[in-house]
Structures are given as C-alpha cells and as structure tokens.
C-alpha cells in the first residue's frame, strides 16, 4: 500500500456509496516539472518511505454534477505501516452526514462497517478491487510511480508557498489534483470523474505518532448483520 498517496486517494474514491520520474522531457515526456527547488514527485516518495502512520480529521465536498446536489462528508483517517507484527492497516471512518467505518487491512481484506443499515460488509481486497468500475481502478494504480510516469500525464506548479500536482491519466477517467504544503505533504485534494467532483481537505494531522493497538480491530457488539462478498 503506498501510504500517503493511497490514503488520500481512498478519501477521494466514492467508497461511501458502493520509479522515479524524471524533470526532462527527454525521459519522461509526460511529466513536466515547472522551475522549482525540488521534485514534488520526489518528495512525496521521500513521506511515503518515512511516514510510520497517519492521523488527521479532514472534510469532503462531494458535488453531483448531473443530479446538481451537493453533499458534506466530515471524518478521520489512521494509518498504520507494517512493523513487526503490526499490519499494515488503513482505517477511515465518516461521521457526518451518515456514520460509516473503511478499515483495510495489508490489501488483503476491506471491511465496511453501516451503522445505518445495520450492516457489516466484508470483502477480498483483491475481489472487491475488481468490482469497482474501470476509473476507480486506475485510481488504485496511482501509488505506483513508474506506472504513473507511462500512464497519466503530471504536471507540477507553485501556488504561493503550496505546491500543486495534476494527474492526467491518459486513457481518462478522471482527473486528481493534489495541494501540497511547503513541507511538500499532501493537504487537499480534489478528484474529477466527470459527473462527480469530490475535494478533500486535511486537518489536525498527526505523523508517526503511535496508534491505539485495537484501532483497526471493529467489535460487532451490537450484533449487526455481516454480509461477505
């Protein structure tokens, strides 16, 4: 699981509702690189190999293009790497409008708790990875650098002291931009499908700070259905 990247990407991707790429053209034509100081690529592989595990709250703005609705989604993610015998786990979970719990574990399996419905989902990483139509399975690829430099089409700007990526796959499907700080950490993001626009924004995060042993483990105490897929 590509920590950073991955995180932010499955705050995009509507779960909700069921290599080193190169500043020269000459390489690596479909990046191009404005004038700056570093690699923003670069330094996103740099958080992804230091980043231990992740806390932050962060809020949505999910817009419906074609039904022009407007939803507010408020939560939290945690993430934790693999360290001795310690998963690597990612966990996210929404409180408003409507309570819902994302835990993945190792991309092995993916558990999506509905309090709502009463409901219990779990899946097969693998399984349910495949049932997601064809852009939000390109979404999964975009943790793997090489892949990214041969597929999309990324070009980097400054916007102030923030830095700004924009992925351009090349066979469609949608289009990320990702807003990082000066300190070149991912901090909002806004994922284009063509009928929804979903932004991101993170707050209150936490770096390699230790995460509770049970954090990833959900209790079904109130006894709700568990359905296997």
């Known amino acids: 699981m590509k920590k950073i990247l991955l995180s932010v990407i499955f705050l995009q991707a509507p779960v909700f509702a069921e290599t080193v790429i190169s500043t020269t053209t000459s390489t690596q034509p479909s990046v191009v690189v404005s004038t700056m100081d570093a690699n923003p690529i670069e330094k996103l592989k740099e958080w992804d190999s230091n980043l231990k595990s992740l806390k932050a709250n962060f809020s949505q703005e999910v817009f419906f293009k074609t039904a022009e609705?407007?939803?507010?989604?408020?939560?939290?993610?945690?993430?934790?790497?693999?360290?001795?015998?310690?998963?690597e786990s990612l966990k996210i979970s929404h409180y408003k409008p409507q309570e819902q719990i994302i835990i993945i574990s190792s991309e092995k399996d993916i558990t999506i708790v509905k309090p709502a419905d009463k409901q219990i989902v779990k899946s097969d990483w693998e399984k349910w990875k495949a049932s997601l139509e064809p852009k939000l399975k390109g979404?999964?690829?975009?943790?793997?650098?090489?892949?990214?430099?041969?597929?999309?089409?990324?070009?980097?700007?400054?916007?102030?002291?923030?830095?700004?990526?924009?992925?351009?796959?090349?066979?469609?499907?949608?289009?990320?931009?990702?807003?990082?700080?000066?300190?070149?950490?991912?901090?909002?993001?806004?994922?284009?499908?063509?009928?929804?626009?979903?932004?991101?924004?993170?707050?209150?995060?936490?770096?390699?700070?230790?995460?509770?042993?049970?954090?990833?483990?959900?209790?079904?105490?109130?006894?709700?259905?568990?359905?296997?897929?």
């Open 69 to 87: 609705i407007k939803e507010n989604i408020d939560g939290s993610i945690v993430y934790q790497k693999a360290d001795g015998e310690k998963k």
């Open 139 to 229: 979404l999964m690829e975009f943790g793997n650098y090489s892949k990214l430099a041969t597929d999309a089409t990324i070009t980097t700007s400054k916007d102030g002291d923030n830095t700004k990526i924009n992925i351009n796959p090349k066979a469609g499907g949608y289009t990320l931009i990702l807003k990082l700080n000066k300190d070149y950490f991912p901090v909002e993001g806004e994922l284009d499908m063509g009928d929804t626009l979903i932004k991101t924004y993170l707050k209150d995060v936490q770096i390699n700070s230790e995460i509770d042993k049970g954090e990833f483990n959900y209790q079904n105490t109130k006894k709700f259905e568990v359905l296997e897929i």
